[in-house]
């Protein structure tokens, strides 16, 4: 067995994808935490038209690029609906890391 393959058996992310699990974490806890500090908080998109997809759970993106909340939601919003809608921090996050 390689190194590659031993690495993955462990469940070990790649840099890039365990920057991502993080930032999805914190994501996660931004919306739905009630202690979150108030500069790092989210907006919900909430769209003008009401359509069917407005039932699923989007952010906004803000003006201003390479901020925490660009990048959590650009993340975010890639997820599957599915996804986005788990309430539940513990079930959340081995379902984002195998995503």
Not at 30 to 35: E, G, P, R, S, V
Not at 82 to 98: D, G, L, R
């Amino acid at each position: 067995m390689n190194s590659v393959e031993s690495v993955l058996k462990l469940g070990w992310l790649p840099m890039r994808e365990r920057r991502d699990f993080n930032l999805l974490k914190a994501t996660h806890k931004a919306i739905d935490a009630q202690h979150w500090p108030e500069y790092a908080i989210l907006e919900v998109h909430k769209p003008t038209k009401t359509l069917r997809s407005n039932s699923t759970l989007d952010l906004a993106r803000p003006q201003e690029r390479g901020t925490f909340q660009d990048i959590s939601s650009e993340l975010f919003n890639t997820l599957l609906n599915n996804i986005k809608a788990m309430s539940n921090y513990s079930q959340f996050c081995p379902v984002v890391k195998m995503f």
